[in-house]
C-alpha cells in the first residue's frame, strides 16, 4: 500500500520537508535508513493477536516514539490529535468505507473491541491505527491545513520569510518575546535590559528586574547565508535560523533556531531546566552589550518568578526626585 499510493508519498514527503524547515538535519543516510525501515523493518510476533499487529504498520511506525525520525514527527504533528467528527465516528464503527479509506487496508473495530473489552485501551490503540492509515491514504485531505493547527514550525518558518522583507517587525515580535519570558511584560518597541539578583549553583534566579530599556531601532536581525541562498533557487536550500545584533553594538548576537524560539515562548520557571538556564545565560551575555544611553527618568521593573509579583517603579527628575511605586 506505501508503494502504490501517490497520496501516502506525498504525505510523508510533507512531514519530512517539516521537518527540514525547523532546521532538523536530515542526511540521505537516515531518509534511506527510515524508508526502508518502513517497508522492512517490523517482523510479527509469533502468535500476536490482531490487535497486536497494529503498531508494525508503516502509518503508525512513522510516529514511533524510539526512532528520532518518529519521535520528531510526533512532536510536531500527529492526526490522531486532529479532531473531525464525521471522519472519527465513521472509524470508531469501522466503517472505513464511509472514512473513504482503501478496503485493503487491514483495519479494526474499535467500537467491537471495545464491547467485547472494555476496560482495554485495545480500542484506543485501535483507533489511533485507523486514524493514522485514514491521514495517509484516504483523497482529498487539505494536509496543509491540518499540519499548520497543529504544528508550530509554520510559524517559525513565516518569522524566517517574513525576516527578508520586514526585518524590523521581526525585531519587535523577538523583543516582545524576550521582554515577555524574562519579565512579562507585552512591550515590542522597546527591549527591557532585564538582569538577576543573584546566581547560584543550586538555584536559579527568580528576580529579574531591568533599569534601562533600548529603543528596537538599535537591534538588527539576520538570516545566515541569506545571499549565498539566492544562487541555490530551487535546490530547496532554505535559512533556518535567524540572529539579533546590535546595531551600534560590541559584535555581540543572539541566535535563534526553532528550539531556542519555542523555548523563548513558554513561561520561565525557577525549577532546574537545563534548556532554560542556557536561554537565560546567552540572554544574560547578549543583554550585557548593550549600548545604552539614558534617555528617559529612570524605570526599574522588577518579576518575581516565584511567587509571580511584578513592581514597576519610576523615578521623576528634578530638585527633588519622587518615586511612583505601581504594583
Not at 524547515?21 to 542526511?27: D, E, P
Not at 468505507?97 to 471495545?114: C, D, K, M, Q, T
Request: net charge neutral; proline share 6%.
Amino acid at each position: 500500500m506505501l508503494a502504490a499510493s501517490p497520496h501516502a508519498a506525498e504525505r510523508i514527503t510533507t512531514l519530512l520537508s517539516l521537518l527540514g524547515h525547523s532546521g532538523m538535519r536530515l542526511t540521505a543516510r537516515q531518509l534511506w535508513v527510515f524508508l526502508v525501515d518502513l517497508f522492512f523493518g517490523w517482523e510479527c510476533p509469533p502468535r500476536a493477536k490482531a490487535v497486536d499487529q497494529l503498531s508494525g504498520w508503516w502509518w503508525s511506525r512513522i510516529f514511533d516514539v524510539r526512532t528520532p525520525l518518529g519521535r520528531a514527527m510526533a512532536r510536531e504533528f500527529d492526526p490522531v490529535h486532529w479532531a473531525h467528527a464525521s471522519v472519527d465516528n465513521h472509524l470508531w464503527l469501522g466503517d472505513n468505507e464511509g472514512a473513504r479509506v482503501p478496503s485493503e487496508a487491514p483495519l479494526l473495530n474499535p467500537n467491537g473491541i471495545h464491547r467485547r473489552e472494555p476496560g482495554s485501551t485495545a480500542s484506543l490503540r485501535a483507533f489511533e491505527s485507523a486514524k493514522r492509515a485514514w491521514f495517509f491514504l484516504a483523497p482529498d485531505l487539505d494536509v496543509k491545513s491540518m499540519v499548520d493547527r497543529q504544528s508550530r514550525i509554520p510559524d517559525y518558518v513565516e518569522l524566517l520569510t517574513q525576516a527578508r522583507s520586514e526585518p524590523q517587525r521581526v525585531v519587535q515580535k523577538i523583543v516582545t518575546e524576550i521582554n515577555r519570558y524574562r519579565l512579562r511584560v507585552t512591550e515590542g518597541k522597546r527591549l527591557y535590559l532585564s538582569r538577576h539578583h543573584r546566581l547560584t549553583a543550586v538555584k536559579r534566579a527568580a528576580l529579574l528586574a531591568a533599569s534601562e530599556s533600548i529603543s528596537t531601532t538599535s537591534l538588527d536581525v539576520h538570516l545566515p547565508y541569506r545571499h549565498e541562498g539566492r544562487d541555490l533557487e530551487g535546490s530547496g536550500f532554505s535559512p533556518t535560523k535567524l540572529e539579533l545584533s546590535w546595531s551600534k553594538g560590541k559584535g555581540a548576537v543572539f541566535g535563534i533556531d526553532y528550539q531556542t524560539w519555542i523555548q523563548l515562548r513558554q513561561p520561565r520557571t525557577v525549577h532546574s531546566d537545563r534548556t532554560q538556564e542556557a536561554l537565560d545565560l546567552a540572554l544574560d551575555l547578549f543583554l550585557g552589550q548593550a549600548p545604552v544611553k539614558p534617555e528617559t527618568d529612570p524605570e526599574i521593573v522588577a518579576v518575581d518568578h516565584d511567587s509571580g509579583a511584578m513592581v514597576k517603579i519610576i523615578v521623576r527628575g528634578g530638585i527633588r526626585p519622587t518615586f511612583e511605586v505601581a504594583e
